[in-house]
């Protein structure tokens, strides 16, 4: 059974830094890619970044978030720098389909407070 | 970027009706590369449909995903109670993932 599970949100001034884990485990990790995908508040989804052989961002996070995965640990992390009230939200951690396409699971999410 | 709009954006309906969501893109979907997927509160996204018609693991056959290029359409044949919920189209581009706004399907 595939389950992902993240941790290391919580309340964080603006320009601070976070960063969040998934442990991801029931699969081969190192055969797919991983991405994060956010909610905030009363807001649609968001895709934020994936790493696959290469790794993609938003435009909305690129310079300031690094997604990266440690394949001996089978986890998946997002180190988020210079955050922004903006990046308020659910995040949650999403497992990569046979193809880059689609996202076949997802982790029930960390939240992520941006506020003085 | 990829721009999905998603309409209606409320659609009430009663259980053991039919419900027609769409997702209309900015540009071309190559590869039919447009999902599906449902939303409660509280809970994790769930993949519906993949490759536009493709159904997930586990997902009912009364969900049905069709159309290519600009224009996609899910059906959901005969609403049950567990299908309240808010539901999102989303494209890949090679490069980046987009996600519609979403369609809340409520109870009238």
């Known amino acids: 059974e595939v389950q992902l599970l993240e941790s290391g949100g919580g309340l964080v001034q603006p320009g601070g830094s976070l960063r969040l884990s998934c442990a991801a485990s029931?699969?081969?990790?190192?055969?797919?890619?991983m991405s994060w995908v956010r909610r905030a508040p009363g807001k649609g989804l968001e895709w934020v970044s994936t790493a696959g052989g290469t790794t993609y961002y938003a435009d909305s996070v690129k310079g300031r978030f690094t997604i990266s995965r440690d394949s001996s640990r089978n986890t998946l992390y997002l180190q988020m720098n210079s955050l922004r009230a903006e990046d308020t939200a659910v995040y949650y951690c999403?497992?990569?389909?046979?193809?880059?396409?689609?996202?076949?699971?997802w982790g029930q999410g960390t939240l992520v407070t941006v506020s003085s | 970027e990829i721009v999905l709009m998603q309409s209606p954006g409320t659609l009430s309906l009663s259980p053991g009706e039919r419900a027609t969501l769409s997702c209309r893109a900015s540009q071309h979907i190559s590869g039919s590369y447009l999902a599906w997927y449902q939303q409660k509160p509280g809970q994790a996204p769930r993949l519906l449909i993949y490759g536009a018609s493709s159904r997930a693991t586990g997902t009912p056959d009364r969900f049905s995903g069709s159309g290519s290029g600009t224009d996609f359409t899910l059906t959901i044949s005969r609403l049950e109670p567990e299908d309240f919920a808010v539901y999102y189209c989303q494209q890949y581009n090679g490069s980046s993932w987009t996600f519609g706004q979403g369609t809340k399907v409520e109870i009238k």
């Open positions: 029931g699969f081969t990790f190192i055969t797919y890619a």
């Open positions: 999403a497992k990569g389909g046979d193809n880059l396409s689609y996202f076949d699971f």
